[in-house]
């Protein structure tokens, strides 16, 4: 048992510590079966409960494990600090995150004017609805999964997006979708390859698919190391690089087309990663190291977390 206090409240929060893990015998992605460790870390966000990162020898994917029971896993987002999930948060952190929100909605329709004007678009892992809110706001056809109720009913009353559970997914149209997007999703899905082969199936053989996802090799993993917010074990069940995002891509027949970065993320995940390391007045440290992460980043495109833009083959 843990108790936590909550950065914007007066109350303690009781979290239970989760006592069923599964450890994993092979890889997710490509099903190797050799492995080691990469990394210790800990849920700093929720439990402090102690977890380990493995890293594949033949596909370099850095996986947690081992993971929570299916069951389990989402009590790790029951929290009032759990944002993606809570449009109005009030706290300094929420009012943050919904700034940073608003700017890069601009953004990730501009690069995606650039590959599709218009069409159905699919957002898998939509939140609270404002990104599929946007595309329908310029002319889009839009329809949402999201496995959390409250989310979803949110978008569904306010928005008036046709919202659905994950279990929707297998009724959707074959070639439905001109548009798929995932934005810092796929770190979080449960069973890494059944939801790739429905992908491939729903997206229209000239589709885009953009895949969003925090960067393990950028210049702030190195600031920060097992503290880095970006790892958020165990809701992030695989950490991803360019390399193994890039085998994902290949083993589905998938081609890179383009990737960009999310550079506002830097700031952000820096901010968490400064309270995570218990600096009392984060933000002005938290500044810098964005910025350098991204001047880093910036030779090389890679960034805090990576868009990634590819078509089925």
């Not at 700093?44 to 990162?53: A, G, I, K």
């Not at 053989?205 to 393990?216: D, E, H, M, Q, T």
């Not at 960009?260 to 830097?266: C, E, H, K, S, V």
């Not at 007045?281 to 990634?308: D, I």
Request: proline share 4%; hydrophobic share 35%; with cysteine.
């Amino acid at each position: 048992m843990y108790w936590q206090y909550l950065s914007d409240g007066n109350e303690w929060f009781h979290v239970k510590q989760k006592a069923q893990k599964i450890a994993l015998e092979s890889c997710p992605l490509c099903g190797h079966n050799v492995f080691h460790r990469f990394l210790q870390t800990s849920d700093y966000f929720l439990t402090q409960e102690d977890f380990s990162l493995d890293r594949c020898d033949r596909c370099s994917l850095v996986f947690t494990n081992p993971v929570p029971a299916v069951e389990g896993l989402s009590a790790y987002y029951d929290s009032p600090e759990y944002l993606s999930h809570t449009s109005h948060q009030k706290s300094l952190y929420g009012l943050l995150y919904r700034f940073l929100r608003k700017i890069n909605l601009h953004k990730k329709y501009q690069m995606i004017s650039g590959f599709k004007p218009g069409g159905s678009a699919l957002d898998i892992g939509q939140g609270t609805g404002e990104f599929l809110q946007y595309l329908k706001e310029k002319g889009w056809k839009v329809t949402g999964i999201e496995p959390n109720a409250k989310a979803r009913n949110f978008a569904r009353q306010h928005y008036q997006i046709e919202s659905f559970g994950e279990e929707k997914l297998n009724d959707l149209p074959t070639n439905g979708f001109d548009l798929i997007t995932m934005w810092h999703v796929l770190e979080h899905v449960v069973d890494l390859q059944a939801r790739m082969k429905e992908i491939k199936r729903l997206i229209h053989g000239k589709g885009i698919l953009i895949i969003a996802v925090p960067n393990l090799a950028s210049p702030d993993f190195k600031i920060y190391g097992e503290k880095w917010a970006a790892l958020d074990v165990p809701r992030h069940l695989y950490h991803f690089t360019p390399e193994s995002m890039q085998f994902l891509l290949r083993k589905f027949n998938f081609k890179l087309i383009s990737s960009f970065p999310l550079t506002m993320d830097a700031y952000y995940v820096s901010l968490l990663s400064e309270k995570y390391r218990g600096n009392a007045f984060p933000y002005l440290k938290a500044f810098l190291n964005g910025f350098r992460s991204n001047q880093k980043a910036s030779r090389e495109n890679n960034h805090s977390s990576m868009v990634f833009v590819a078509q089925p083959e």
